[in-house]
């Protein structure tokens, strides 16, 4: 697991701001995202299925994601080119060793939804909107397993 401090001040709130789409809201709901798909970046690929990176974006996902928004969206793609050193879209297994990287498809994953954010204390909310969104296949009975790792990853 990793540490949870670091990865929220060295990686999410940096690349949020890099993003332009900081709030306390996106930031939480980027560490409950990493939470419950990766035991806090204990894993960096799913054993089972294709997920990559702290945050097990499915190959598919991610390739739709540049396809349908990202390569539209002219100032979300220059912000990548210059806070990622990209200049074309990267092979999906980056999102496996290049933490800032997976923490940006994730938040822009986020950006795509029309709905608001949940509040970053409203735990319920947030696992709604995560298996809404994020996690279409999660049964409603894992959200106990969830919120404890959720909770053990938050006060790691």
């Given at each position: 697991m990793l540490n949870v401090n670091q990865l929220r001040d060295?990686?999410?709130k940096p690349v949020l701001l890099d993003l332009v789409a900081f709030s306390?809201?996106?930031l939480e709901l980027?560490?409950?995202t990493c939470a419950v798909e990766s035991v806090g970046g204990t894993f960096l690929k799913k054993s089972k299925g294709?997920?990559?990176g702290i945050f097990c974006m499915r190959p598919n996902t991610y390739n739709h994601l540049w396809q349908?928004?990202?390569f539209k969206k002219s100032d979300i793609l220059t912000k990548l080119i210059s806070n990622f050193n990209i200049?074309?879209?990267p092979p999906e297994d980056r999102m496996i060793y290049d933490?800032?990287?997976a923490t940006a498809m994730a938040r822009i994953f986020y950006m795509t939804i029309n709905e608001t954010i949940p509040n970053n204390n409203d735990i319920d909310a947030m696992w709604d909107y995560y298996t809404k969104y994020y996690n279409k296949d999660t049964a409603s009975s894992e959200k106990e397993i969830a919120l404890i790792k959720y909770n053990l990853f938050?006060?790691?």
């Open positions: 060295l990686i999410v306390e809201d996106a980027l560490l409950f294709s997920a990559l349908t928004y990202i200049n074309q879209m933490l800032r990287f938050i006060r790691n």
